[in-house]
């Protein structure tokens, strides 16, 4: 199985301020269809996850340009350029290039 | 806007079976794959398995640490999709997600989240 390691596994920021999430696949996710199959989620608090980031770097259908993704083969980063008490919960990666699908375990993020 | 409302959950004792629903709407459900992920309290997510669409054979899939056990299909007709889940464990306590799971290229991936049921397995 390809396992997603995430870090940090929490952190507290600041309103405004920028913040990154690396996520780190235990194989490459990289496809021969050239695809990177690489996904990221948020699941703020007392909510189901939603769809944020698709195949690295594509924001999903109304998610804010303050989010980013970032990253090649194993690594990639999430960023949120300027963090708003909203962007608070819980950020997943996934893979889906091979099965089992599998999540990194998450990071907490949390306003102070 | 898509919705997908699952049920079934609640309190069950270990070794029994339980059936899981989720009822979809406002998209073409024949067209999509569908997934189960399961969430222990306080824990991360975990793919328990997903059927494909009719057109490309209706199959499932699942991760080895539910196959034998859990049973996904599918009720076109209905817009629904049922996780069959036998021999149930304590570990097996968690809330369970409907997803609506697109298809892209050679693989899938998830789209859109149901809100979730929780099922407790306890004597």
């Known amino acids: 199985d390809i396992v997603m390691t995430q870090t940090p596994l929490s952190l507290s920021v600041t309103p405004g301020q920028p913040v990154s999430i690396s996520c780190k696949s235990s194989?490459?996710?990289?496809?021969?269809?050239?695809?990177?199959?690489l996904y990221w989620y948020l699941q703020k608090p007392g909510q189901s996850p939603q769809l944020l980031i698709y195949?690295?770097?594509n924001r999903f259908s109304g998610v804010p340009d303050r989010f980013s993704g970032s990253g090649s083969g194993t690594d990639f980063t999430l960023y949120i350029s300027r963090v708003e008490a909203d962007d608070v919960g819980v950020y997943y990666c996934?893979?889906?290039?091979?099965?089992?699908?599998?999540f990194g375990l998450g990071t907490k993020v949390e306003i102070k | 806007e898509v919705q997908l409302v699952e049920s079934g959950g609640g309190l069950v004792q270990p070794g029994r079976s339980l059936r899981l629903s989720c009822r979809a709407s406002?998209?073409?459900?024949?067209?999509?794959?569908m997934s189960w992920v399961r969430q222990a309290p306080g824990k991360g997510l975990e793919w328990v398995g997903f059927?494909?669409?009719?057109?490309?054979?209706?199959?499932?899939e699942y991760p080895a640490s539910v196959k034998g056990r859990f049973i996904i299909s599918r009720d076109d007709s209905n817009s629904i999709a049922y996780l069959q889940r036998n021999s149930l464990k304590t570990e097996d306590t968690a809330v369970y997600y409907c997803?609506?799971?697109?298809?892209?290229?050679?693989?899938?991936?998830?789209?859109?989240w149901g809100q979730g049921t929780l099922v407790t397995v306890s004597s």
């Open positions: 997803i609506k799971t697109k298809r892209r290229m050679t693989t899938y991936y998830f789209e859109y």
């Open positions: 194989q490459s996710l990289l496809h021969t269809d050239g695809k990177t199959y």
């Open positions: 195949e690295v770097s």
């Open positions: 996934m893979q889906v290039i091979q099965l089992p699908w599998t």
């Open positions: 059927i494909r669409s009719k057109a490309y054979g209706g199959t499932t």
């Open positions: 406002a998209f073409t459900f024949g067209d999509y794959a």
